[in-house]
């Protein structure tokens, strides 16, 4: 079974478009799904059924994954027979009782306007790290970018006289993304300081090599501790104070999913909580019997 996963993988990776992190992901769900087949003496997809999917399924739920998580292991899974099937290795698919469990309805959290401010400020542009790290916020602020689609920018990405930025994002789509003034001020500072460099990418570290995802979430929490603020240090709460503050000022809500890259407008709307607070001030101040 494993060199028809490996097969499984390869198709994925060149006929259909998955970021590195899915596919990543995909082979680790795999390979713990074909560890629990062999535990019960399963090694040919032949052997494979429904009841033996399904107890597949209960174990992976005690093992106390969050629904995202498990919501994309039943996905590999389920993605995986029907390849087989595809194939003619399988005449039936008996994955197809598998269902993906609801997703967790959690309201991301956010920056107030005013520590988004004291945030970005405090990367002092005093020298080349601070106006790295400074053009870094603004960049994620302005543009509400992925930290995976930040640190795979280049210097030819950002056009300065269209204000435009080209991001490359999930599945190897491409969108372009509008750039803020302080945003844009901020990457020209930064390039212009950088001088005569080989390397493509645009955010550097100190070897001159591209910055490292985690290396962002270092940067961010060194500047959050700074400011005091008592968030948690995910670099996606940048993104997610993006679109927040978008349609808290009266954003369309469509206009913020392409901004943000979602294929699906209900991967947008969990941001439309923070309209509800704004409703209840325009509705206490409007209604005659509020």
């Known amino acids: 079974m494993k060199e028809l996963v490996e097969k499984f993988l390869r198709r994925l990776e060149h006929g259909v478009n998955y970021s590195e992190h899915t596919l990543r992901a995909y082979r680790e769900d795999l390979r713990q799904h074909l560890e629990f087949l062999e535990s019960h003496g399963c090694i040919r997809p032949q052997d494979v059924t429904p009841v033996l999917l399904r107890k ?30 595809k194939e003619n290795a399988l005449e039936h698919n008996p994955a197809t ?21 004291s945030l970005i400020t405090a990367a002092k542009p005093d020298n080349l790290q601070g106006r790295r790290d400074r053009a870094i916020l603004e960049t994620l602020y302005s543009t509400g970018i992925r930290v995976s689609e930040l640190v795979g920018l280049n210097v030819e990405d950002l056009d300065t006289l269209s204000e435009l930025l080209k991001i490359r994002g999930k599945g190897k789509k491409e969108r372009i993304a509008p750039v803020g003034s302080h945003a844009l001020e901020a990457l020209k500072m930064y390039i212009a300081s950088r001088g005569s460099n080989s390397s493509p990418a645009l955010f550097l570290n100190k070897d001159k090599k591209r910055l490292s995802v985690r290396s962002i979430s270092r940067i961010l929490d060194k500047y959050m501790k700074l400011v005091d603020i008592r968030h948690s ?9 993006f679109a927040t503050h978008l349609l808290d000022r009266g ?16 991967s947008t709307q969990i941001y439309t909580h923070v309209t509800t607070e704004k409703l209840r001030r325009v509705y206490g101040r409007s209604h005659p019997r509020a």
Do not use: W
């Not at 292991?73 to 099937?85: G, H």
């Not at 240090?233 to 104070?241: C, K, M, V």
């Open 233 to 241: 240090p995910s670099p996606h709460i940048l993104r997610h104070s």
């Open 56 to 85: 597949s399924l209960v174990k992976l739920r005690s093992n106390g994954y969050k629904s995202a998580s498990l919501s994309r292991k039943v996905a590999a899974i389920r993605s995986f027979y029907k390849f087989l099937c």
């Open 97 to 117: 009782v598998m269902r993906s469990p609801k997703k967790e309805g959690k309201i991301p959290r956010f920056l107030t306007v005013k520590e988004m401010e």
């Open 251 to 266: 954003a369309d809500l469509r206009a913020v999913q392409e901004l943000l890259g979602h294929a699906h407008l209900s």
